[in-house]
């Protein structure tokens, strides 16, 4: 089936691919090398960091305290957290975290830098290695926007979120999704893994130049990814993250709803619930999906409900997945 998925061939795809439905998997392929040094190709077992794709984890995880009653959607930052950030407006609740709308300032923002690199001039990526380590990147600077006046999509806002989870459950984030969402999905393969110490069967994240020379992004990203990104996985546990969700595995069938309800709109038909972006045609919802960018990272995954079909797309270059994902979409899925 993936014979005709030209994209691949025409941009040197590095990465796995895999396409589910209800009744089983439809296709599933690999393509270039974990490790480029010693010829490790990938495999559908692979590892991949997948970038901001695990804010969706964050997301899950908040309404799992939520729905526990640790939490409530309306709560606001500083009544969930004892750290200082005195140019936040008192307003900022949970809700506006989730849906990208607190205005608050990001630690990343792509009006200013353009290259995520340019973070570490100052901010060495090696001393990046739990939740709390991002705040000095953000807390002290002033509101991006009015509290709930837009959508702007912000990864500080999410590191927020798991500093919120951490007291809340009184975890370290990684753990905590370990415990309570890789595991429940069956997602053995995943983890938060140091650039340091990656375990086996882990890809090599690429960083390609025009002139053909290539590095590999251990010096580009925090050492260890939080809740804003930086998660690995396969394409097999992103399915299984997938149908676990679906099934209400990880959270009741009240709260998945509410997760994936279209709550913020973002431009014509494009809209965001919590931690997942939502496409609708017409009043219809036709397409939830996640997606993650980073250096020598590149991801997308989407579940179609009108054909209870999975599509996920992992690779260890810097660009790929969104040009595969959209062939998929055209060929296999064929969205209307």
């Known amino acids: 089936m993936l014979k005709g998925i030209t994209e691949i061939q025409k941009h040197n795809f590095s990465g796995s ?66 750290v200082d950030f005195p140019t936040f407006d008192e307003e900022i609740t949970i809700h506006h975290l989730l849906t990208h709308t607190s205005g608050v300032p990001d630690y990343f923002d792509e009006d200013v830098m353009d290259d995520f690199e340019e973070l570490w001039i100052d901010n060495p990526m090696y001393r990046i290695r739990s939740v709390k380590d991002f705040l000095p990147l953000f807390q002290d600077q002033p509101m991006k926007l009015t509290v709930g006046e837009r959508f702007h999509y912000n990864n500080a806002g999410y590191v927020l979120l798991g500093l919120i989870i951490e007291k809340a459950s009184q975890l370290p984030f990684a753990e905590y999704i370990q415990e309570f969402i890789f595991k429940k999905a069956g997602m053995t393969d995943s983890g938060y893994f140091e650039l340091d110490a990656l375990p086996a069967n882990t890809a090599l994240g690429y960083i390609d130049h025009p002139d053909g020379t290539w590095k590999t992004n251990i010096y580009s990203l925090p050492v260890k990814g939080g809740p804003d990104g930086g998660a690995f996985v396969s394409v097999g546990d992103m399915a299984k993250l997938w149908e676990a ?87 296999i899925v064929r969205l209307t």
């Open 17 to 82: 691919i895999l396409v589910k439905d209800s009744q089983g998997t439809l296709a599933v392929s690999s393509y270039g090398y974990a490790n480029r040094s010693d010829q490790l190709k990938n495999t559908s077992t692979t590892r991949y960091g997948i970038a901001s794709g695990c804010k969706l984890f964050t997301a899950i995880a908040i309404c799992q305290l939520v729905e526990k009653g640790n939490l409530s959607f309306e709560m606001k930052l500083a009544d969930c957290l004892a």
């Open 245 to 331: 969700l679906l099934d209400n595995r990880v959270l009741s069938e009240e709260y998945t709803q509410l997760l994936l309800t279209p709550h913020v709109s973002i431009d014509g038909d494009d809209y965001y619930g919590y931690g997942v972006w939502i496409k609708k045609i017409g009043a219809d919802i036709c397409k939830y999906h996640v997606m993650g960018y980073d250096p020598g990272v590149s991801f997308h995954s989407a579940y179609y409900p009108s054909t209870s079909t999975t599509v996920v797309v992992c690779s260890n270059q810097s660009e790929g997945a969104y040009d595969v994902s959209q062939e998929m979409e055209e060929k």
